[in-house]
């Protein structure tokens, strides 16, 4: 009998011990989680966007155009750099309200 409530005791330890660990765990991937959020919100609010994942795919790939276009002047190739900095510009020009 006395072995049983050792165990029993060493169960209940363990499991207390595991949602202590989940609870913190829970609390610390909310607070990334709604960082995220507000982050998010604030940056689609800013610009007037819809917060939606086509809307933030279509801002980076805007940004990373922009980018192109930057590399391309930095290497001399104007054309190319006027293209791309064409496209990135009619990207978020569409984007933005």
């Known amino acids: 009998m006395r072995v049983e409530g050792f165990f029993e005791w ?3 330890a363990l499991g207390t ?3 202590y660990i989940v609870d913190a765990l829970s609390g610390l991937f909310g607070l990334f989680a709604d960082a995220g959020h507000n982050f998010l919100e604030g940056l689609s609010r800013t610009l007037g966007m819809d917060r939606s994942l086509i809307s ?3 801002l980076a790939l805007g940004l990373l155009l922009l ?3 930057l590399r ?3 290497r001399r ?3 190319a750099g006027v293209i791309w900095l064409f496209l990135g510009l009619w990207l978020l020009s569409w984007l933005i309200h």
């Open 67 to 69: 980018v192109a276009a």
């Open 72 to 74: 391309a002047f930095l």
């Open 56 to 58: 933030l795919v279509a």
């Open 77 to 79: 190739s104007i054309i």
């Open 17 to 19: 011990v595991i949602r």
């Open 10 to 12: 060493l169960g209940q």
